[in-house]
């Protein structure tokens, strides 16, 4: 069974930085895309980045561009998501998930790993808080 377990949350002040680490397990993961939403209370689950296994094409959504990096150790199986220049408003749980999308996978243009409906697994969450 595919687990994915998240580390590196914490609080940080406004405009420091963090990197979370989603590391999975359970699975051959050779063609899967991978994901990082977040919620916060409040709000609906929002796309933040998303990868593809071999760490070739990225997809970010607005509020993460210019500022957060998504990147990937594919022999490891651990995504990371370097979170930084952090603003109060980046305050939420923070979810890896993942999805099997088999070997002919073909994605481009912005909804690319962002729709969480489509992901197959999900990690626990790492809160995020930022202060001022």
């Known amino acids: 069974q595919v687990q994915l377990v998240e580390s590196g949350g914490g609080q940080v002040q406004a405009g420091g930085s963090l990197r979370l680490s989603c590391a999975a397990s359970?699975?051959?993961?050779?063609?899967?895309?991978m994901g990082w939403f977040r919620q916060a209370p409040g709000k609906e689950r929002e796309f933040v980045a998303g990868?593809?296994?071999?760490?070739?094409?990225?997809n970010y959504g607005d509020s993460a561009k210019g500022r957060f990096i998504v990147s990937i150790d594919s022999p490891k199986s651990t995504v990371y998501l370097h979170l930084n220049t952090l603003k109060p408003e980046d305050t939420a749980v923070y979810y890896c998930?993942?999805?099997?999308?088999?070997?002919?996978?073909?994605?481009?243009?912005?909804?690319?790993?962002?729709?969480?409906?489509?992901?197959?697994?999900w990690g626990q969450g790492a809160q995020v808080t930022v202060s001022s």
């Open positions: 998930a993942a999805d099997d999308v088999g070997p002919n996978y073909y994605c481009s243009g912005s909804t690319c790993y962002a729709v969480d409906s489509q992901y197959d697994y």
């Open positions: 359970g699975g051959t993961f050779r063609n899967f895309a």
């Open positions: 990868i593809n296994w071999s760490g070739s094409t990225t």
